[in-house]
């Protein structure tokens, strides 16, 4: 291997290692209120949770626009600063992307690592990624998203120590210069061009089967969802972007074969870069019949999620695949939003209410389960099977006559 080439790292913490600190930050602008920013770091939160970090403190600051310097003003630096003098952390994650200016100058000023939330994003994907392709789609992401910013980073680089945020191109090697950076992409461009040739080749050479796709926000139960469906036994967990490569299962209901895929999660200001290096994978979903979009119903922002995930798919270019709203987490959504005096007509009266509103705002079919307890699954099976036969007979008529 030639001496300047980068490598990802995608080494865990060890078990017996203490969880890094951090501290996030999010800005408040004119366009957004204090709940709305509350509910961003929340999500911010989890992510470095599921990165592996304890979140010891949240700054937020209410500016009329981003510094271009610095992104906070010098007075919340110095809150910042003040509060780990009594209070050590080991980075600073902020709510929004950061140049390689302003990541540089507030290193500098806090003398921790400083991260943004798509370098966050694509830590986590580092971590996840099992398969060759998946491996090299977040490295060729890792490295778009660090080219743009390496001369402001050199010396943010310098003072790295591992840990979350460093998953990804190595340190020693992003000193170099920004040549070999634009080789390697050039490098991981072509080998993913050849994998995504086997992957076209490969849907190309499945049975004509009608395909259906679940995606949806990331943590609402697609995967305990495809468990129930096909009955396998994927990884579900309960942390962010659990599945990174897709899973596709031959399904065969009463003589009716399918194919189930599981997507990777949607999740707000999902970095482009990554959009663009899991092209291949977003194909399993560009090239389905049905798809099968999961909510997490007791979500107190599923409307957002659902409104994220629609405007994706919008620009993947399949907003108007024929789709089933799958409205997740019944179990969870009950226990959080029902006294437990109500009496059972007035909650099923609440549910169809629900169920119409859903219904009337999004213009496609809703069913409301729980993957978990299985409710309503058999109810969802019948209306999936419809969908697919229905499918059938426009796609290929000859073969729905077999059953």
């Not at 902020?94 to 806090?110: C, Y």
């Not at 076209?200 to 796709?213: A, F, G, H, L, P």
């Not at 922002?301 to 399949?318: F, I, P, S």
Request: glycine fraction near 4%; charged fraction near 30%; hydrophobic fraction near 35%.
């Amino acid at each position: 291997m030639q001496k300047n080439s980068f490598n990802i790292h995608t080494t865990h913490k060890l078990q017996n290692q203490e969880p890094e600190k951090a501290i996030m930050v999010g800005l408040i602008l004119p366009d957004q209120n204090e709940r709305q920013v509350t509910e961003h770091l929340d999500e911010l939160e989890f992510l470095a949770q599921t990165a592996g970090a304890i979140v010891i403190k949240r700054f937020t600051q209410r500016l009329p626009a981003i510094n271009s310097h610095s992104f906070i003003g010098s007075g919340k630096i110095d809150e910042i600063k003040n509060y780990m003098e009594h209070f050590p952390a080991d980075m600073v994650i902020f709510d929004d992307d950061l140049s390689g200016k302003q990541q540089n100058h507030l290193e500098s000023e806090l003398k921790v690592k400083i991260i943004d939330r798509s370098f966050l994003i694509l830590d986590i994907f580092a971590s996840r990624a099992q398969t060759a392709q998946a491996k090299t789609q977040v490295e060729l992401a890792q490295l778009q998203y660090i080219y743009p910013k390496l001369r402001g980073m050199w010396t943010h680089l310098e003072r790295q120590r591992g840990g979350i945020g460093m998953r990804g191109p190595g340190e020693q090697e992003i000193e170099t210069d920004r040549r070999i950076v634009k080789e390697k992409i050039s490098f991981l461009k072509k080998k993913l061009e050849k994998i995504d040739q086997q992957s076209v080749t490969q849907r190309k050479n499945r049975d004509e089967m009608i395909r259906v796709s679940l995606v949806g926000y990331t943590n609402v139960g697609k995967s305990t969802l495809m468990n129930v469906l096909s009955k396998s036994d994927l990884f579900a967990e309960n942390k962010l972007f659990a599945t990174l490569d897709t899973t596709v299962r031959k399904v065969v209901w009463e003589a009716m074969p399918f194919l189930l895929s599981d997507t990777v999660g949607f999740i707000r200001k999902l970095p482009h870069h990554l959009i663009e290096s899991f092209k291949s994978t977003l194909d399993e979903v560009r090239e389905s019949d049905i798809l099968l979009h999961v909510v997490d119903i007791s979500h107190p922002q599923y409307q957002d999620h659902v409104q994220t995930v629609l405007k994706t798919l919008e620009e993947l270019g399949v907003g108007d695949k024929p789709s089933i709203l799958i409205c997740n987490k019944m179990d969870a959504y009950r226990e959080h939003y029902f006294d437990a005096l109500l009496d059972a007509e007035t909650k099923n009266d609440l549910e169809n209410e629900l169920k119409r509103s859903i219904e009337n705002a999004y213009k496609v079919p809703v069913i409301f389960i729980s993957a978990k307890t299985q409710e309503n699954i058999e109810k969802l099976r019948a209306l999936l099977k419809e969908h697919i036969s229905r499918q059938y007979l426009i796609r290929y008529p000859y073969r729905s006559k077999t059953w």
